[in-house]
């Protein structure tokens, strides 16, 4: 098993830029979880989704992020405009159950917005 | 509602010396309990987890936590440092039941002296 994988490892854009991380789940995973990570804030839990359906976005910091979860092998979160306040680690996990089981974590996205 | 705190943001052991990290958790119901460890420029990998079962938990890399209840603790600890242990080390409780949601704490950096 390949593990979550994430793309792109690093990514950096202009202020005002969309920008698009993906994240593709362990397969059989029905949870999958976007957290992002600064010095500042710790782990912040952004959006999780269960079966494809987002259950909680209430940690998305705002309407420039958005997240989808097309099928069960494949999710995006989206940040437009891009601002520098986002430049951030964003983590990509998924589980099985209902979090008994603990997550895998994707190696992440450093994205940097200058 | 869920939440954890961890004593102490960063620890200093010797090599061979014993390792202790300290986390209490607050929770409306039984918790489930994990330990995450992260390497730099990695993501989280789970240590070990507790889910009811036995309250001494063993996990990878010879780390093990014991939960108490009455202290509301899930301390981590191994008999003896490797400098392979340098890393930052995540406590988080999940109440699983009814919910996904995963909350971290704030994180513990280990250092290890030669």
């Known amino acids: 098993d390949a593990g979550v994988i994430q793309s792109p490892r690093h990514e950096v854009t202009e202020m005002g830029q969309e920008v698009t991380l993906r994240c593709k789940p362990i397969?059989?995973?029905?949870?999958l979880f976007w957290y992002r990570q600064t010095m500042m804030r710790g782990l912040e839990l952004l959006i999780y989704f269960n079966n494809n359906v987002p259950i909680d976005d209430s940690g998305m910091p705002e309407d420039r992020f958005s997240a989808k979860m097309p099928n069960a092998s494949f999710s995006t979160l989206k940040i437009q405009p891009s601002e520098p306040r986002d430049s951030a680690v964003y983590f990509c996990?998924?589980?099985?159950?209902?979090?008994?089981?603990?997550?895998?974590f994707g190696s992440g996205t450093r994205l940097t917005v200058v | 509602a869920q939440s954890v705190t961890q004593l102490g943001s960063h620890v200093s052991v010797s090599e061979g010396a014993l390792v202790l990290l300290r986390c209490n958790y607050s929770s409306s119901v039984p918790p489930y309990l994990f330990w995450y460890v992260q390497y730099p420029n990695q993501g989280l990998q789970l240590l070990l987890k507790?889910?009811?079962?036995?309250?001494l938990v063993k996990g990878i890399n010879g780390f093990e936590a014991e939960f108490k209840k009455s202290e509301t603790s899930f301390h981590l600890t191994k008999p003896s440092a490797h400098m392979s242990d340098a890393a930052e080390y995540f406590c988080a409780v999940s109440e699983g039941t009814g919910g996904f949601k995963t909350i971290f704490g704030a994180g513990t950096r280990l250092f290890v002296k030669a």
């Open positions: 397969s059989g995973h029905n949870s």
């Open positions: 996990a998924s589980s099985t159950g209902e979090g008994q089981h603990g997550y895998t």
């Open positions: 507790y889910t009811s079962a036995a309250t």
